[in-house]
């Protein structure tokens, strides 16, 4: 059965840290992994990464996937309290391209 | 450009009753899939809909359904409400289901549906 697991389940840090959240994913037929931040209700989509070694970045957040490792990695440098939500990873695959997420990571970034 | 539109916000039921919520995509899009979202379990897979048919489900039992109306708006019924059903309830849409690769899904607010 196809899966995803993310690692920490929550973490705190300090602002001004640099955190690393890891997704692990089982997915059949794999297309894409996908990272969501979640604040309040609606996950609002931060990367798509399909190819192994490209990182993409966005500000301070960037991602990287390794295919051979069917993992990936999101960085966040220089945390700030904006940063704290809970982020998602979804594996994307299967015979209908459907998302599977993981059940993120909670992260808090205190002043 | 409007969002994803779900509605209600918030409700609250007793076990036994049955509910329906709605979700609107975005104006265009024709794959809606809906989730549940507990503390425990994460985002799991309920269903997902392109052109009004049900092209995916997740494993949840049968009190489960939705379908999907000409304008691309989809709607979930939950019959027979139990406790465990409490939960955010999220709806995604997205332009097309691509077979090579996949668009990113843009989510509604939820709807927290509370079962007492």
């Known amino acids: 059965e196809d899966k995803v697991v993310q690692s920490p389940l929550s973490l705190v840090v300090h602002e001004g840290d640099t955190v690393t959240l890891n997704c692990s994913y089982e997915v059949t037929n794999f297309r894409s992994l996908l990272w969501y931040k979640q604040e309040k209700k609606a996950p609002t989509f931060l990367f798509m990464l399909t190819s192994s070694g490209i990182e993409k970045k966005s500000g301070r957040l960037s991602s990287i996937l390794d295919k051979k490792e069917l993992s990936s990695i999101l960085n966040i440098t220089a945390t700030q309290t904006g940063d704290s939500a809970i982020y998602l990873c979804?594996?994307?695959?299967?015979?209908?391209?459907?998302?599977?997420f993981g059940a993120g990571t909670r992260l808090t970034v205190k002043p | 450009k409007a969002g994803v539109t779900q509605t209600p916000r918030y409700l609250i039921k007793t076990r036994g009753q049955q509910v329906t919520l709605s979700c609107s995509p975005i104006s265009g899009h024709r794959s809606v899939s809906w989730y549940q979202q507990t503390p425990g379990q994460g985002l799991q897979f309920l269903f997902e809909y392109f052109s009004e048919t049900q092209r995916n489900k997740g494993n949840f039992p049968g009190r489960f359904s939705g379908r999907q109306f000409s304008n691309s708006r989809s709607e979930m019924n939950v019959s027979t409400l139990e406790l465990g059903d409490s939960a955010l309830y999220l709806c995604?849409?997205?332009?097309?289901?691509?077979?090579?690769?996949?668009?990113?899904?843009?989510f509604g607010q939820g709807t927290r549906l509370t079962v007492v």
């Open positions: 979804a594996g994307c695959g299967g015979n209908n391209n459907d998302m599977r």
């Open positions: 995604a849409s997205s332009l097309w289901k691509s077979f090579v690769g996949n668009t990113e899904a843009f």
